[in-house]
């Protein structure tokens, strides 16, 4: 599972894909974001992921998801049952945080040179300079 404005290197999905257990990838070197998501890691397990976590465990979560099926079905039916009970406004993550502690979700680290979110105008250009020198190679 992924977000869709998420740009990556394919080295990144082939690494998520062939790594063990649920995964996410993570960013420790880069500053964590004010708006973006975070995630709070502690023992090398993710317990929480959203905009609103700030710490010395927080990293910058880019969200791209490797999941079991038997977990992932977790994550859905709080899914379901956070539409069921009208909450309409909040990021998949909010009910990934209500059920954390039957999943296990470890990070997987990447850092800013081959991963980027486009939230603005901003990161688009910039993903489009990152696209450009790729494609020269």
Known sequence: MLHGDLL?????????????G????????AKPPEKDFKAV???????KIGVDFFGKNTFFCLPL???????FL???????????DGNLN????DAFNK???EII??????DEKNCMEIDTIEELNLAKEKMKNFYKR
């Open 8 to 20: 990556f290197d394919e080295k990144l999905l082939k690494k998520i894909i062939d790594g063990n």
């Open 22 to 29: 649920n995964l996410v990838l993570v960013d420790k070197k």
């Open 41 to 47: 890691i502690e023992h090398n397990k993710v317990i």
């Open 65 to 71: 998801y490797k999941f079991s099926k038997k977990d």
């Open 74 to 84: 977790i994550w859905i039916r709080e899914m379901d049952k956070e539409i069921k």
């Open 90 to 93: 909040i990021y998949a993550e």
């Open 99 to 101: 059920i954390s502690n």
């Open 105 to 110: 979700l470890r990070p997987l680290y990447c």
